[in-house]
């Protein structure tokens, strides 16, 4: 009697930590690309789900996945960006590592240097810095995206000038942005819709500077329209507007930079193809654009041409929107998505788009539970959703 107590007991425990397992909130990094994701865990584990006809997961396979799925084992992952078709990240050893169309279907080290800092990967073209502050490009060079004053694609890294100050990148389509460390704004490539902000429509072979400003911090290029966040916490936008997605109230397009309204406190703010979703630092959540598939997150498909608060949390923190959808972290560590899911790229295990932000499960690798008369197995290992105890 005193035995089948203890077990019970032990069971009882298995089933709470368990519990614990499952529910944890582990999510640390997000990048979303039209139709696949990858994730890194708190743990430093890589993850990864959606649309894989090229092997842009990284598990050696060509199947779509509708859960997160580890890739590999390792735990040293520090950086990620998914392309078109393709994904990029970095190591904590600086080493830099690909997978997807005309790569591999796994991840491979893809250059021989162990400096790299970060990654940003477009449709069309890679950027990256290293660690002395160098800024590098390759990839499709059409209009200039490159940054080499040629139009001539590049497949291996090339340094774009001498200068060592480069701070934050952003590849979108077919034009990048930069910045460096003195808080200035450079741009270049394609520019007809005035996304590289100079007040012109000129495309630019070479980095060029953007206006005169020295506080800019956070930038992000997408399809055709750009945003960034001033060091004083102001939103500006600029480019394509057709569906409001720079938030000014309007539906003209701006060749310069923008600022939106008077807030001082947005934080982070990302931009989709024609959508826009920020948040500020009191932890609320903010989109405006395009919401045709739901990508707003606000219950509706209306599109919306100023910054619109999504629900009344205020606990979000990264974000991260491309193509028709959105995902965001929130301060927890739980991972939420809304928008267009016909290729699995929310990860929720339906191609059901979503209007409103729906919770991403965290997958657990679990170990099996024994005593030493082996009564208890848990599976199936890892889970998504379902947990059995034998």
């Known amino acids: 009697m005193k035995k ?14 368990v519990t614990q397992l499952a529910n944890a909130q582990c999510w640390q990094k997000i990048s979303a690309r039209a139709s ?34 580890q890739i590999g084992i390792e735990t040293n992952w520090i950086e990620i960006s998914t392309g078109g078709s393709n994904s990029y990240a970095i190591k904590n050893d600086g080493t830099l590592w690909a997978w997807g169309a005309g790569i591999a279907t796994n991840p491979v080290e893809f250059n021989s240097a162990t400096n790299w800092r970060s990654i940003s990967v477009s449709y069309t073209h890679i950027l990256a810095t290293k660690n002395d502050g160098t800024l590098w490009a390759w990839g499709d060079n059409n209009y200039g995206a490159l940054g080499n004053g040629t139009v001539t694609p590049n497949s291996n890294p090339t340094q774009i000038g001498l200068a060592t100050n480069w701070s934050n990148i952003s590849a979108g389509f077919y034009y990048s942005l930069v910045t460096k460390t003195d808080g200035t704004l450079w741009a270049f490539g394609y520019n007809g819709d005035g996304q590289l902000g100079d007040n012109t429509n000129l495309n630019r072979l070479n980095p060029t500077q953007i206006g005169t400003a020295i506080n800019w911090d956070k930038i992000e290029a997408e399809y055709r329209h750009s945003v960034g966040i001033k060091t004083d916490g102001t939103l500006w936008t600029w480019g394509y507007n057709g569906y409001g997605n720079l938030g000014d109230g309007t539906n003209v397009i701006k060749k310069t930079p923008i600022k939106i309204g008077i807030a001082t406190n947005w934080n982070n703010v990302d931009s989709g193809e024609y959508h826009t979703i920020a948040t500020k630092i009191d932890g609320t959540i903010w989109s405006w654009g395009y919401n045709g598939d739901g990508q707003l997150g606000d219950g509706t498909i209306i599109n919306k041409n100023i910054p619109t608060q999504i629900g009344a949390a205020n606990i979000w923190n990264k974000i991260s929107a491309w193509g028709n959808h959105s995902m965001s972290i929130k301060t927890d560590g739980s991972l939420w998505a809304w928008g267009l899911n016909g290729f699995n790229q929310l990860g929720d295990g339906t191609t059901t788009t979503r209007t409103t932000p729906t919770a991403i499960s965290c997958p657990t690798t679990l170990s099996i539970v024994d005593n030493e008369k082996q009564i208890f197995s848990i599976y199936p290992n890892p889970t998504n959703n379902e947990l059995f105890v034998k």
């Open 4 to 17: 089948h107590t203890f077990l019970k007991k032990q069971l009882l425990i298995i089933l709470l930590v």
């Open 36 to 69: 696949h994701t990858l994730a890194i865990k708190t743990d430093g584990s890589l993850w990864a789900w959606g649309y894989n006809s090229q092997g842009q997961l990284g598990d050696g396979t060509y199947i779509n996945k509708s859960f997160p799925i």
